[in-house]
Every structure is written in C-alpha cells, then in structure tokens.
C-alpha cells in the first residue's frame, strides 16, 4: 500500500503529499491530528513535571511541527531527496516530537530503508508510540511490530522489504547524534540552547560525506568550534524565499538545508567568539512605556537588562569600577561591548549599563 514519492518541481513552501500516505498518517495519529496549525496543537501540550524539567536544564518546550506538504517539499531531491535515493539510507530525526515527520518518510520516501527518530519530551514521544502500534494493527499484512520497551523504544518493520522505523525517547545528544557518521539525511528542525552550539557542532563535524542536513539554525550563526564545517548551503535553499510549510506558518517559514561535502574548501567559517548570538529579544510595552525582554531560548520574560547573551557575560571589575565581558567557553575577556550585549543597551547608557 505503500507508495513512492513523486518528483514534483517544488515552489513555494509546500508540495502536494501522496493521497495513500495522507490517508494512513490520519488513520493511525487521527484525521483531526494531521495538518494541526496554530500554537496549541496536541503535542504542545505538556505535563507540569515536563514544564519544571524544561525549566532546571534551561530549555523550550514551545513546539511546532512540518505541515505534511512541508515533509513532501523537504523530501524532494533539491533538498534532502538527493540523499536518500539508494534503497539503504538511514534517515535521522533529532527532536522528532510527535513523530508524524519520520512517519510520514517512512511511508513516502522509499530510499530510507531505517528512519531513526528520538524525542526528548515523554507526552510527545507518548503519541509517536501510539500511532507506530496503530500501523501495524490498522494494516496487519503490511507492517509488523518488532521491538516495543513501553514509554522508551518502539520499532516497525515493513513486510517484504525489511524497511524500519526506530523511534527513542531519550536525550538525542546521548541516542541520535551519534548516528551522524552514517547517516544519509538529518532533520533537525528544534531549536537548542547556545550552550550547546558547541558540541553539536562537534558531532555534526563527524557527518557522513554526502549527508544532507535540515536544520532549524543557520550553521552560520551556530558553528562555535574551531573544526572546519563540511557542510554547504544546497542551491535550492539559498534564497531566504525558500520556505517550508509549518504548523506555525503555513505560508511558509525559513529552513536551512546544507550537504557535507569535504572536496569544497569550507565555506562557513568558525565562530568561536560570536559576538552576534542572542537568546534575547527586546520588546516594547506599550502600558509601562518601556522595553522587557524575552529570551527565546526558555521563554522566560524580565524587566531588568540581562546580563549574559549567547555565550557573553557582562561582569563588574572593581579595580577599575566598570563593566568588562567575558566569553566564558575561551575564557577570553574584553572591554569592547559584544554586540548581543549591545543590541540590549549595554554600553548606550541603558539597564545594566556601562
């Protein structure tokens, strides 16, 4: 019952997904489930032990996800397809929320023969789990259940072919990225704490040649470490017009789509001190008259200018009664405001002040 995808000439943010693939996606996560926008979709929803551990380990737990189309477009060979024609292809998701992205290739993208997919947050990988024990039931002949540990691991297989679907609950930094020296695609569509920029970078640097990754950040602004980056732009993605449809935009919102390829000379330079990073966005209250600030990362709002941005830190000097800042990872320090620091109003003579 499984089909093939379609080479579709892709424009826009969306290309159209298959009717057979749409159909079994809404049997098994639910008609109402598939295609959800907006900002309070199912797998938003989180427990109050989940929201308090987002909170100790410093991280979101906003969510949003690809809009099928969006799944279609990415899939296609301008983007990752190129990469996942060869009918033995590992396929990598890391945050893969409620699992309709690896679902979803794993029904329409018949070059991936293993889609690894691994989701911190228990409630969403809770209704990734659930719907992989629906294929199976709901069509008996054509996929089976091979693995299930409740609550941690759960792995389909498809009759003939042997294909399969492994989708983790667990912390992908410790089951997932260590797949990248094999793997032929990556979706990395979440955002992730600077703090840990470096060390994603450091896997990441590890990438099998050839590999194309989809990511929620611009490696640009990300790659922290000193290692060359074997990753480059792929054409079609870079104009800023190329978008991918989402819950939370379905008219489109930017992705970054890059291929490992080690016979270009790098192209995206190391940034170990990157001085433009920010967490925080400054937001004008129109009731106080004045400016709070957001940080992007945790979702957490303060009236008062912070202190850190990215890896910057604003601390007092006593000796010489003054502001100096500190880039904690290579302990360098520096009288010059960083700008992420002074996009906040260091050294204007606002907040925290200099």
């Known amino acids: 019952m499984v089909t093939g995808q379609t080479l579709v000439p892709a424009c826009g943010p969306a290309v159209p997904t298959p009717r057979q693939v749409l159909a079994t996606l809404s049997q098994v996560f639910g008609t109402d489930k598939v295609g959800e926008t907006g900002y309070e979709i199912a797998a938003a929803q989180c427990s109050d032990e989940e929201k308090d551990h987002a909170r100790e380990r410093g991280l979101s737990l906003l969510y949003g996800e690809l809009l099928p189309d969006g799944v279609s477009k990415a899939l296609q060979p301008g983007w990752l397809g190129s990469s996942l024609s060869s009918g033995n292809g590992l396929l990598l998701e890391l945050g893969m929320g409620s699992g309709k992205v690896a679902m979803q290739a794993f029904l329409q993208c018949r070059g991936v023969a293993h889609i690894l997919g691994v989701e911190l947050v228990p409630s969403r ?26 609550g941690q691991c ?97 008219q489109g919102y930017k992705f970054y789509v890059y291929v490992c390829d080690r016979t270009r000379p790098p192209h995206i330079t190391a940034a170990t001190r990157n001085e433009t990073f920010s967490e925080w966005q400054a937001v004008w209250d129109d009731a106080s008259q004045a400016y709070y600030y957001h940080n ?59």
């Open 125 to 150: 990988f809770a209704i990734a789990e659930a719907a992989a024990k629906r294929l199976p039931e709901s069509l008996p002949k054509a996929f089976k259940m091979c693995q299930h540990t409740p």
């Open 154 to 250: 759960v792995c389909l297989e498809e009759a003939g072919s042997g294909r399969k679907a492994e989708l983790w609950c667990a912390d992908f930094f410790n089951v997932g990225l260590n797949y990248c020296d094999r793997s032929d695609a990556i979706f990395f569509a979440v955002s992730i704490p600077c703090k840990l920029f470096p060390d994603l970078c450091r896997r990441l640097a590890q990438a099998k040649e050839g590999c194309r990754l989809f990511s929620y950040h611009s490696l640009e602004a990300i790659w922290w470490i000193d290692e060359p980056c074997p990753f480059h732009q792929c054409e079609a993605n870079v104009s800023e017009l190329d978008t991918f449809a989402t819950s939370w935009s379905p």
């Open 296 to 354: 992007q990362e945790n979702e957490r709002s303060q009236w008062e200018v912070p202190h850190q941005a990215g890896c910057w830190q604003a601390a007092w000097s006593e000796e010489h009664r003054a502001y100096f800042f500190w880039h904690q990872p290579t302990n360098h320090s520096q009288w010059e405001v960083p700008k992420c620091l002074a996009d906040l109003g260091w050294g204007g003579g606002e907040g925290g002040g200099c």
